[in-house]
């Protein structure tokens, strides 16, 4: 019976080896100045991993999920704690997720722009889901290979009818916003996950005839009817596939270890 549970044990992996391995896929260094990637919340790396539950943002009701399926680590796109906590007393979700995790010795690591300035990472995700190909960087950041947002050529052109049908059905959107493009056919097209719309004046100057990220804002729709046609999916629908990532990374670490995708919607913005 000991050799069995020795024998179980050599299938799984430490905290730390979790971390590592997505910190060799996206080195925290690329993550952006504002930013708080990496561990969030960890009482315990050098504890063995009982399974890894993935999402995109932590909630009460994921890190609930992780419980129920004997989860000790979850890692998110999204981190938990952005600003400073100046107490915790449970006032608000953020709060309440701490408490939560610590009192169920359960670590939060979070993969953020680092991972969306990593090649292979959210960008290239959306590249990909969206069928471009010569991919490159649209804003490549200096002395690294990584980037903010990533330009491709459609396989084949569409006209502008089939490409938003094309997007809405692959990213599952049910409200897609778009500008007034006075442009008949999309070939080259610049993606950015998330917040992009600081990047369309770089996909203007690559000459992109679609701009696709998950949030634009009003103003920004503006003045860019001859320039490119702008999609806004959404924050949580252009990141969704995120996870396809984090899970990826995990099982080439090690196929034995158990991971989880949330089951949660964690997205906050209904649709009526």
Not at 14 to 28: H, N, S, T
Not at 209 to 231: K, P, S, V
Not at 239 to 259: G, R, S, W
Request: some cysteine; proline content about 3%.
């Amino acid at each position: 019976m000991q050799r069995e549970i020795v024998n179980k044990r050599l299938f799984f992996m430490y905290i730390r080896q979790i971390i590592g391995a997505l910190e060799d896929f996206a080195p925290l260094a690329l993550q952006d100045s504002y930013d708080n990637a990496g561990l969030q919340i960890g009482l315990a790396k050098d504890a063995e991993t009982s399974g890894v539950l993935l999402c995109l943002d932590v909630t009460e009701d994921v890190i609930d999920e992780a419980i129920a399926r004997g989860c000790n680590i979850i890692v998110s796109h999204h981190p938990l704690l952005f600003a400073p906590l100046k107490s915790i007393s449970g006032k608000n979700y953020i709060e309440r997720c701490v408490v939560k995790a610590i009192k169920n010795d359960i670590t939060i690591y979070a993969a953020h722009t680092n991972l969306d300035s990593a090649r292979g990472g959210v960008n290239y995700k959306i590249a990909e889901k969206t069928g471009l190909t010569n991919i490159e960087w649209l804003s490549p950041k200096e002395g690294a290979d990584a980037g903010e947002g990533i330009v491709g050529i459609l396989k084949n052109p569409m006209s502008k009818a089939d490409f938003l049908q094309h997007i809405k059905k692959t990213f599952n959107v049910e409200a897609l916003r778009y500008n007034d493009w006075q442009g008949d056919t999309i070939s080259r097209v610049a993606v950015c996950g998330g917040a992009g719309n600081f990047l369309i004046p770089e996909a203007i100057k690559k000459g992109c005839d679609a701009f696709i990220t998950g949030e634009i804002g009003y103003h920004r729709f503006f003045g860019h009817e001859d320039n490119l046609m702008m999609l806004e999916l959404g924050h949580y629908e252009s990141e969704k596939y995120t996870i396809e990532i984090l899970h990826d990374i995990i099982k080439k670490a090690d196929q034995n270890i158990p991971v989880y995708n949330t089951t949660i919607k964690t997205n906050p913005i209904n649709y009526l």
